[in-house]
């Protein structure tokens, strides 16, 4: 018996076994009816047992057809599903991924990997709403976000996209030889300090501080009230206080000398930028690029 024609013959048994009709079969199968018909006959003489009992009204599986529906179609199945995932390497990624990030997250985090992704995939479309608030991506319908690991919702996959990161207290020199340099968190309080405040609905961002295990939250107050860390950065610049900042986004303005760090010795390490997403069992093949593309390797 040649086991490779058998096989090849299978599917069509499993075709007309699950439609319940040589003719629905037919067109799934994009063959003729009579072409079908043949194909199972042989294969039920090849086997020496009848697969299907016909009537003039209706088809269905004996209780071989059964049997061979039962413990063998799984199988077939699964192959086919293999035989389409095997596609997808083939294909380039293609569609729209929507995300939602700071300004500062976008400009350390995505933008410089968005280069080599457009130019490797042309077919992926990439939209990026810059919200420096907190966002529910599920109900906004994103894709994913870009947030400081602290800042995310339990129940999210939460993928690091960017070292560890620390906040930098800083002021002009003209600034801090006129007001002095605060040397405990609590000194703020007697100076202008440059407030954020994300969106309208929200208060003013309180200053995070934290030194050998002891946390301190600061309520600083001053002439001005921003909405977001490169505004407040801006400000300090011209001269208008002091500002609390990503470390990051300070570094050539204080190896310039523009400006002077404080407090440095009470600003710890903490989560830097993850992407995050709903923990769903398949993403689409651009987003899976997104995710290898954006994920942070130490």
Not at 80 to 106: H, M, Q, S, Y
Not at 130 to 147: L, Q, Y
Request: net charge negative.
């Amino acid at each position: 018996m040649d086991q490779r024609s058998l096989i090849d013959d299978i599917p069509a048994f499993l075709a007309v076994a699950r439609a319940r009709s040589f003719t629905r079969a037919a067109a799934q199968l994009g063959i003729s009816q009579s072409r079908l018909s043949q194909t199972v006959r042989s294969l039920e003489e090849r086997l020496g047992v009848r697969l299907l009992a016909r009537t003039t009204r209706s088809v269905a599986p004996t209780e071989a057809g059964e049997h061979l529906l039962r413990n063998v179609g799984p199988h077939f199945a699964q192959i086919e599903a293999e035989l389409g995932v095997l596609a997808d390497f083939g294909a380039k990624p293609a569609g729209i991924v929507r995300l939602t990030a700071t300004e500062n997250a976008a400009a350390a985090v995505l933008w410089p990997a968005f280069r080599g992704i457009v130019e490797d995939y042309p077919g992926i479309r990439l939209e990026v709403s810059i919200d420096n608030g907190p966002t529910d991506i599920v109900a906004e319908g994103f894709d994913a976000g870009v947030r400081h690991g602290d800042m995310i919702a339990k129940g999210m996959v939460a993928v690091p996209v960017g070292p560890k990161m620390r906040m930098a207290v800083v002021g002009t020199p003209d600034y801090l030889a006129r007001y002095g340099h605060p040397r405990t968190p609590q000194d703020l309080t007697v100076h202008h300090c440059i407030n954020v405040r994300f969106t309208p609905d929200d208060g003013v961002y309180a200053w995070e501080f934290e030194k050998e295990a002891r946390e301190l939250r600061v309520r600083v107050d001053g002439p001005l009230v921003v909405t977001t860390a490169p505004a407040s950065l801006t400000a300090s610049l011209a001269g208008l206080g002091l500002a609390y900042v990503p470390e990051d986004m300070v570094t050539a303005s204080l190896a310039s000398d523009a400006l002077e760090r404080v407090l440095e010795d009470w600003c710890e390490p903490f989560p830097g930028y993850h992407l995050y997403y709903p923990n769903r069992r398949q993403h689409s093949a651009a987003f899976a690029v997104i995710i290898e593309r954006l994920r942070y390797r130490a």
